[in-house]
């Protein structure tokens, strides 16, 4: 494999640093970001490439996910072989985005980004960018970054409809002063309710790849500071001003040590003595299940064979066809996405009957 070191790709960079705004100055600030990319579907995914491409230092991606078929209209990273292999998003992502520029340091966790790990991910990075799917998880982000002084680059796709901001301690609210709580109305339509389309979804990423290649090269002061709306079908664009902090939010706020979160990042629906919890994905006929003990697959794997399950093995996970059609996926770090039901019961049910026989 080509290296980037080798001179053919000494000028990888130069239309960009031609753009009087980055200069060389700009690209040697960029090479020596980091970012943190949440969510490596469709948004996460373009995002990362935008980064990987303009020469960001480190890229950080982390999702919980595996490829499926119905990811490959709009998730631009991801082709046949991933959904067929059912690698994890953030391992297929960075498969990609090493072929695109070997120069990056790519950091690819697999795991469900919430209270306990957030602010471990995040440690010294210059921007987080928004690629998840839900409420809770964009919340759990924004308080972390004003906690942290991070910026927060939000974006969010449902149909043929975008929004996006960014967020910048200091000088702008909060996102959870702008949206809500978790169960705010704002983020009704997901993507598996209304579909989405990808041309949407590059709109929105390139929204946001912007303001974050203006923040890492140096170029703050060109940051836009509205939250903006976008209807790709009937070609509507809305701008508004973005508030600064309100005096009373202790997020974005008077500095007042921000209280722990009112709820936790994913809702409990059962909890007991093996400290097995769950939270139905919203939308998707899929509950995750945290076991609460991480999981040696191997010896899994045997026992669902002699259990008569229907397998696809790779080195990040064991995913299980059931005879009563539903679908078990089994991460090393305790985590099962159980597919084709949304009851949580009946999820955690099917868990222990196939992972404690
Ligand atoms: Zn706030």
């Given at each position: 494999?080509?290296?980037?070191?080798?001179?053919?790709?000494?000028?990888?960079?130069?239309?960009?640093?031609?753009?009087?705004?980055?200069?060389?100055?700009?690209?040697?600030?960029?090479?020596?970001?980091?970012?943190?990319?949440?969510?490596?579907?469709?948004?996460?995914?373009?995002?990362?490439?935008?980064?990987v491409?303009?020469?960001?230092?480190e890229?950080?991606?982390?999702?919980?996910?595996?490829?499926?078929?119905s990811?490959?209209?709009?998730?631009?990273?991801?082709?046949?072989?991933?959904?067929?292999?059912?690698?994890?998003?953030?391992?297929?992502?960075?498969?990609?985005?090493?072929?695109?520029?070997?120069?990056?340091?790519?950091?690819?966790?697999v795991?469900?980004?919430?209270?306990?790990?957030?602010?471990?991910?995040?440690?010294?990075?210059?921007?987080?960018?928004?690629?998840?799917?839900?409420?809770?998880?964009?919340?759990?982000?924004?308080?972390?970054?004003?906690?942290?002084?991070?910026?927060?680059?939000?974006?969010?796709?449902?149909?043929?409809?975008?929004?996006?901001?960014?967020?910048?301690?200091?000088?702008?609210?909060?996102?959870?002063?702008l949206?809500?709580?978790e169960?705010?109305?704002?983020?009704?339509?997901t993507?598996?309710?209304?579909?989405?389309?990808?041309?949407a979804?590059?709109?929105?990423?390139?929204?946001?790849?912007?303001?974050?290649i203006?923040?890492?090269?140096?170029?703050q002061?060109?940051?836009?500071?509205?939250?903006?709306?976008?209807?790709?079908w009937?070609?509507?664009?809305?701008?508004?001003?973005?508030?600064?902090?309100?005096?009373?939010?202790?997020?974005?706020?008077?500095?007042?040590e921000?209280?722990?979160?009112?709820?936790?990042?994913?809702?409990?629906?059962?909890?007991?003595?093996?400290?097995i919890?769950?939270?139905?994905?919203?939308?998707?006929?899929?509950?995750?299940?945290?076991?609460?003990?991480?999981?040696?697959?191997?010896?899994l794997?045997?026992?669902?064979?002699?259990?008569?399950?229907?397998?696809?093995v790779n080195?990040?996970?064991?995913?299980?066809?059931?005879?009563?059609?539903?679908?078990?996926?089994?991460?090393p770090?305790?985590?099962?996405?159980?597919?084709?039901?949304?009851?949580?019961?009946?999820?955690?049910?099917?868990?222990?009957?196939?992972?404690y026989?």
């Open positions: 494999m080509a290296n980037a070191a080798e001179p053919i790709f000494s000028d990888r960079y130069s239309r960009q640093t031609r753009f009087a705004a980055i200069g060389e100055d700009g690209q040697r600030k960029l090479a020596k970001s980091s970012v943190l990319i949440v969510g490596v579907g469709a948004l996460g995914a373009s995002l990362a490439q935008h980064m491409r303009a020469g960001v230092g890229v950080r991606l982390a999702d919980r996910d595996f490829v499926e078929p990811n490959l209209q709009r998730q631009m990273l991801f082709d046949e072989a991933d959904a067929l292999a059912v690698l994890p998003k953030a391992v297929a992502a960075a498969n990609k985005l090493r072929q695109i520029n070997s120069s990056v340091s790519l950091v690819a966790t795991a469900d980004v919430n209270a306990a790990n957030a602010a471990a991910l995040a440690s010294g990075v210059h921007l987080v960018l928004d690629g998840t799917d839900n409420a809770a998880t964009r919340l759990l982000l924004s308080d972390l970054c004003f906690k942290q002084h991070i910026p927060f680059v939000y974006g969010g796709v449902a149909g043929a409809q975008g929004m996006q901001a960014a967020l910048i301690p200091g000088a702008t609210s909060c996102l959870r002063c949206i809500g709580a169960d705010s109305e704002h983020e009704v339509d993507c598996d309710t209304v579909g989405v389309l990808a041309p979804v590059e709109f929105v990423a390139s929204l946001q790849a912007a303001e974050a203006k923040w890492l090269s140096g170029n002061e060109a940051i836009r500071q509205t939250w903006l709306s976008v209807d790709l009937s070609f509507r664009l809305r701008e508004s001003k973005l508030p600064s902090g309100s005096a009373h939010c202790p997020y974005c706020g008077s500095g007042v921000p209280p722990r979160p009112a709820k936790p990042i994913l809702e409990t629906a059962m909890q007991d003595e093996d400290v919890s769950s939270a139905v994905l919203c939308g998707r006929d899929t509950v995750q299940v945290t076991l609460g003990k991480p999981l040696q697959l191997a010896e794997e045997k026992s669902l064979v002699e259990q008569g399950c229907k397998l696809t080195r990040y996970l064991v995913k299980a066809a059931l005879q009563s059609g539903e679908q078990l996926i089994f991460f770090d305790g985590r099962v996405l159980v597919q084709g039901t949304a009851d949580a019961e009946h999820a955690i049910r099917l868990c222990r009957h196939y992972f026989s």
